[in-house]
């Protein structure tokens, strides 16, 4: 498959539980992000993004957190199941060119039975 | 729709070899990317492309990677001559604004391996 087995975080969550990712961006100019998820062997998967007149955006199963402040932003998956471990990368980008994106080094879930 | 394409799945090839790259967008998207994807940096953006006209090449790492996108729905990323360290997996995507979101798809890469 095509991923490249990167020596990343881990968050190790039982089934059933909500898990939380974290991220910190570094560019205080980006005002739009996004959380994109990669399951082995695939390409990266668009989950949600945010911008940055927002704090809070939830979709189905999935929340995200931003806080401007401390450049932190946070995804939030409720009652975690199998089909969630993937590695999951946050990205930053200015809204007016939001085509070019750059991502974050990215965390692995991992979900225990 | 078959979702964004690429060719070959799985490259090997020698150094100093030309390597070529494809790329099929999902039709109707005016949005291209080439992504590579290495344990050391991560997930890097090369270039893309806007109704098949390049708009950033600033991550293409050397001269000796160029890409290539003839028509809408074709792109091309070419490493000449290859070299040990391009090995990577190679990642397209395509995207089409609209208003609100910038939701890219990627393809499922190209592994490519250069001895």
């Known amino acids: 498959g095509e991923s490249v087995g990167l020596h990343l975080p881990t968050l190790s969550v039982q089934e059933g539980d909500n898990s939380i990712i974290n991220c910190a961006y570094s560019?205080?100019?980006?005002?739009?992000f996004i959380w994109y998820k990669q399951e082995s062997g695939k390409g990266p998967q668009f989950i949600i993004d945010?911008?940055?007149?927002?704090d809070k955006r939830q979709g189905q199963r999935v929340t995200v957190l931003l806080n401007k402040t401390v450049k932190h932003l946070s995804l939030q998956i409720a009652a975690t199941q199998p089909g969630d471990s993937a590695v999951y990368f946050c990205?930053?980008?200015?809204?007016?060119?939001?085509?070019?994106?750059?991502f974050g080094s990215g965390t692995r879930l991992s979900i225990r039975p | 729709d078959a979702g964004v394409i690429q060719s070959p799945r799985h490259e090997v090839t020698e150094m100093g070899q030309e390597v070529t790259l494809r790329c099929k967008p999902i039709?109707?998207?005016?949005?291209l990317f080439w992504y590579r994807q290495t344990m050391m940096r991560g997930l890097e953006l090369l270039i893309y492309?806007?109704?098949?006209?390049?708009?950033?090449d600033s991550g293409m790492p050397e001269d000796r990677f160029s890409a290539k996108m003839p028509n809408a729905s074709f792109s091309t990323l070419k490493i000449q001559p290859s070299e040990p360290r391009d090995s990577a997996v190679y990642f397209c995507?395509?995207?089409?604004?609209?208003?609100?979101?910038?939701?890219?798809?990627f393809g499922p890469g190209t592994r490519l391996t250069v001895t």
């Open positions: 039709s109707g998207h005016d949005y």
């Open positions: 560019n205080s100019a980006s005002d739009y």
């Open positions: 945010i911008r940055s007149n927002m």
């Open positions: 995507a395509s995207s089409l604004y609209r208003g609100l979101t910038y939701e890219q798809y």
């Open positions: 990205a930053e980008a200015r809204y007016s060119s939001a085509s070019k994106i750059i």
């Open positions: 492309f806007n109704n098949n006209v390049p708009i950033d």
